[in-house]
């Protein structure tokens, strides 16, 4: 069948080609412009020219779109270069515009607290979870850093160094179940304490406990701080906002939830104040205790001297207090 096929096929070609010799070899040799030959002509040749060139604008038109789709695959591919280029550019703007917000937020939390000295530190892990409640940072007795040193971050205090390295310092944070921190209500200097828990901070929220405010002066809003009679807090140090606040059962506290200043979801950079509660005290009292000790030794040499004298030593006390 093949065979009989491919027979048929090639007598069908040959057939052809003998036509258009006999056509071309007339063309040459017989005025086709006129008489039965050109209507023959215009019969058979004129269709086939047709044809032929309706087969070679379609292979042109074809060809032309081949090479558009392989130039389009190009430029597509170097758009797409340029797209991830610009992606990649623009991810380390942002990334760099977040790193210069959050250390603008720590040159002004400096300034906030500029009598205190500060070293910066960043974060270099933390334990597992969401939130920043137990985290390390990458400096430590190197830097001069010791334990109970007060640390900060975003917007206020962060929490307090518990263990110190060469190069490492780690820090619980305020939301810690361990925490407690001394603290009261800037506004009416009204002591409480706050607590951390960790099952609160999801709803961005921290304990607020044992609030002495016999006069009903504290509200919702009020800002909370580091208390100056807190063992190891520096005073003064912002914590948060009161979020909510109720009267105890006992009637003579009160308790709520401060919304805290610091992001616990996200620490980088934090400021460590070098100065500890314990030395600043120390130096406080030092100068009023060498200055009673020398009214005191004044007041010995001095015993049988005028009345006056004895009026001054007397004073003296009162502008120690």
Known sequence: MKKKNSIKSKAILLIISAVCGVMIVLSFTVDMSSGPLKQVGEFVITPLQSGINQVGTWIAGKGDYFQNSADLVTENKSLQKKVDDLTIENTRLIQDQEELNRLRDLYELDHQYEDYEKVGARVIAKQSGNWFHMFTIDKGSNDGFAVDMNVLAGGGLAGIITEVGPNWSTVRSIIDDYSNVGAMVSSTNEQCIIAGDLRLIDEDKVN??????????????????????????????????????????????????????????????????????????????????????????????????????????????????
Request: glycine share 6%; proline share 4%.
């Open 208 to 321: 607020l406990i044992k609030l002495t405010d016999t006069d009903n002066k504290v509200s919702v809003g009020d800002k909370v701080v580091t208390s100056n009679v807190s063992s190891k807090f520096l005073p003064g140090i912002l914590i948060g906002y009161i979020s909510e606040i109720n009267d105890d059962s006992n009637h003579l506290t009160k308790s709520g939830y401060i919304s805290p200043a610091v992001d616990f979801r996200d620490i980088q950079e934090v400021l460590v104040i070098k100065s500890l509660k314990q030395q600043i005290e120390t130096k406080e009292t030092e100068p009023k205790q060498t200055e009673a000790k020398g009214l005191d030794e004044t007041g010995d040499t001095e015993s049988e001297t005028s009345s006056e004298t004895e009026s001054q030593s007397t004073e003296a006390p009162k502008s120690v207090e």
